[in-house]
């Protein structure tokens, strides 16, 4: 019986440690899917307004 016990309750706590891993989950791709959607919107504003371009190696700006 002690034995049964034991493992009952090592069942608890990693059930416990389990669902606390899960809940900071959570949060973190909360957290990531907002950082993502405003990135997403700040991307699409740069492209709207056309001033989100990159010049890359030699390339010449729009102005030149």
Known sequence: MDR???ELAHL???TEDLSEV???QARD???L???VTLLL???A???AEG???VVLGDERPPHY
């Open 22 to 24: 899960v809940a900071r």
């Open 51 to 53: 001033s989100g371009g």
């Open 12 to 14: 608890r706590r990693t």
């Open 41 to 43: 919107q700040r991307a």
């Open 4 to 6: 049964i016990e034991e």
């Open 29 to 31: 791709i909360e957290k």
């Open 45 to 47: 504003e740069q492209e």
């Open 33 to 35: 899917t907002r950082q």
